[in-house]
Structures are given as structure tokens and as C-alpha cells.
């Protein structure tokens, strides 16, 4: 068995630090590139965050542009046929959400006894 170990010829030795080396560079790459893919992932996640607050604020500001103007419209202080005929489509759905409202409340309330 001695003979055998000295049939490896002096040709096989340095290959395994050469493959050792290479495999460790294969695994480097691939880990810098996926820190540097993580990396681009979560600013890419930061910034539709940013964008959908951004969209929300403007929303916000929309709903309170408008509750302003409905109110200064129906204070009479601001007149526009466009205004005034979106605060009248207002006070229509207002209207019908409030007789849904009260379907729903009537609906819901407890049955008297016997009717069951």
C-alpha cells in the first residue's frame, strides 16, 4: 500500500491548492454579488416606500383641499358653476350614504320577542 501512495504522481499535488483557490474565488463572487443584489433590492424597496408615502401625502392633501372647498362653497364665500355642481354630486352621495346607513342600522336591530 506504501507503493501506492508514491504511484500519485507529483503532477496531482499542487492541483488541490489550485482548485481550492479557485473554488474560494467562484464562492467570493458570487457572495459580493449577491450582498451587492441585496444591496440594490433594499434601496430599491426604500424608494417605492418613499414614493407611496409621497402618493399618500398627496392624497391627503387632495381630501383636504376638497372638504375645504365644500365648505367654503356652501358658505357661499366661493362660487363656481364646476364647485357648485361637484357639491351638489357630494351632498346627493352624503344623502344616499346616510339613508343606506340607517337601512343597515334598522336591518341590524334585534328582532322583538315573538318574531323570531
Known amino acids: 500500500m506504501a507503493g501506492q501512495d508514491e504511484s500519485k504522481g507529483p503532477e496531482q499535488e499542487p492541483l488541490a491548492p489550485l482548485l481550492g483557490e479557485a473554488v474560494m474565488e467562484l464562492f467570493g463572487g458570487l ?6 443584489s441585496m444591496g440594490d433590492l433594499a434601496k430599491r424597496g426604500r424608494e417605492k416606500l418613499e414614493a407611496n408615502q409621497a402618493r399618500k401625502d398627496v392624497d391627503q392633501l387632495y381630501q383636504k383641499l376638497g372638504r375645504e372647498t365644500l365648505r367654503l362653497v356652501q358658505a357661499g364665500e366661493v362660487t363656481h358653476p364646476g364647485l357648485m355642481a361637484g ?3 357630494i351632498t346627493q352621495h352624503e344623502q344616499r350614504l346616510e339613508e343606506a346607513e340607517a337601512r343597515v342600522r334598522t336591518d341590524s336591530s334585534p328582532a322583538p320577542e315573538g318574531e323570531e
Open 31 to 36: 457572495t459580493r454579488r449577491g450582498r451587492r
Open 87 to 89: 357639491v351638489d354630486r
